[in-house]
């Protein structure tokens, strides 16, 4: 049986050989919130070789990651509530790109093909996993999570299990699937039906995401809001039919009142996209008797919430971490065109200019709403 199984190994790393040729670099931050572009591992003749994937592993060429606002976090305070950057660091967890090679175990991927990675490594084992609710997997190794390395690097290896195929979608659209289910997994859980008046909290790239998904359930009216002006004006351009909110500053209650004015109805579920305090403060006050606040964001680790408005509203609040059983159906979605992500990416860097593009992505003021990282041969 050892013949077969080394020649396909062989046949693989020679497939992964034709267009490697650059070195694999990483963008780094430390707990003293550097941010550079070094070497990083697997090394490029280790890549090269094709050797080294253990059982179920495959090798990608990263093509395009996205900026999530947890590595702006990472980078700029160096800490998540307990999840704390302590040595260096690659950050990432957006990513699409192609097979460069395939442990022999693996025969549903093949050099050549694409794919998004979905960016976690489980046990199998603990309960969670058992359930089929993997996100709480207790020994959960989740990439650009300390200590945990990312995906914004130019090669990775990766379970094989967890790289799914997309097809022909453009690797743009295949890195933003992750993000994609981070809303997926609130529009499941927080139960959003058609025809629900329905309030999105922030329209950073989550809420925009999580607004085009609640268009596509059908709920109505739709109410977002935001402290900036720009991204309201490029939800309204997304979705036509949104109603926009600018956040004022003045109480929670005060805030909420006016949501439920321009929306003419109590919210039946708030999906609050951004973890400040505030804001989920104001979503428990606009909603109905019995309406629910689900909270995608994070936040700090302790608030004062109207608990009382809570309790005589018969309110639930309910939260949310990472998601699970959500690219297959995410990939249905944008391949249909039900849910249409082609416009969140708005600013474009080449992984050399990684540090620029950072920059870009933490600074409000260059209106960008996804910024991308590109690694190409």
């Known amino acids: ?5 080394t020649q396909t190994q062989t046949q693989t790393q020679t497939q992964s050989q034709t267009t490697i040729t650059k070195p694999n670099i990483g963008v780094f931050t430390n707990p003293e919130h550097d941010l550079w572009i070094a070497e990083a591992q697997p090394s490029l003749e280790s890549v090269k070789r094709g050797n080294g994937l253990r059982e179920g592993e495959v090798l990608v060429g990263i093509k395009s990651t996205g900026i999530c606002g947890s ?7 160096g800490r998540i509530g307990p ?23 693996v025969t549903h991927l093949s050099p050549g093909d694409r794919i998004a990675i979905e960016p976690n490594i489980i046990c199998h084992t603990c309960e969670p996993c058992l359930t089929g609710r993997y996100n709480g997997c207790e020994n959960v190794q989740f990439l650009s999570t300390p200590p ?9 290896t990766h379970p094989a299990v967890w790289c799914h195929k997309i097809g022909d979608m453009s690797f743009e659209n295949g890195a933003l699937l992750e993000p994609l289910s981070v809303a997926l997994a609130a529009m499941e859980r927080s139960g959003v039906k058609l025809g629900d008046p329905v309030l999105v909290c922030g329209a950073g790239p989550i809420g925009l995401i999580t607004l ?15 402290i900036d002006q720009g991204r309201l004006k490029f939800a309204k351009e997304l979705v036509p039919s949104v109603k926009t909110h600018l956040v004022q500053k003045v109480s929670a209650e005060e805030s909420a009142k006016a949501i439920v004015e321009l929306a003419q109805v109590r919210p039946t579920i708030a999906l609050e996209c951004t973890g400040v305090e505030s804001s989920v403060a ?21 608030m004062t919430l109207p608990f009382m408005r809570l309790s005589t509203q018969e309110i639930d609040l309910q939260f ?6 959500t690219w297959p159906r995410a990939i249905r979605l944008v391949k249909s065109g039900v849910v249409d992500l082609s416009k969140l990416v708005t600013h474009r860097f080449d992984i050399e200019d990684a540090v620029k593009a950072f920059g870009t992505a933490a600074d409000p003021k260059t209106g960008a709403i996804k910024v991308q990282i590109k690694s190409e041969e």
Not at 1 to 5: D, E, F, K, N
Not at 71 to 77: A, R
Not at 284 to 290: E, I
């Open 212 to 226: 085009l998904c609640c268009r596509a359930a059908g709920a109505e009216p739709i109410v977002i809001t935001d």
């Open 83 to 105: 999840m704390i950057v302590s040595s260096t660091h690659i950050l990432g967890h957006e990513s699409s790109g192609t097979i460069l090679a395939a442990h022999p175990s």
């Open 148 to 156: 945990v390395d990312g995906l914004l690097r130019r090669y990775v």
């Open 320 to 325: 949310q971490y990472r998601y699970c059983n």
């Open 1 to 5: 049986m050892s013949a077969p199984t």
């Open 282 to 302: 104001t979503a428990v006050w606009a909603v109905k008797f019995g309406g629910k606040v689900f909270v995608i964001g994070v936040g700090k680790n302790d």
């Open 71 to 77: 590595d702006i976090h990472f980078w700029h305070t």
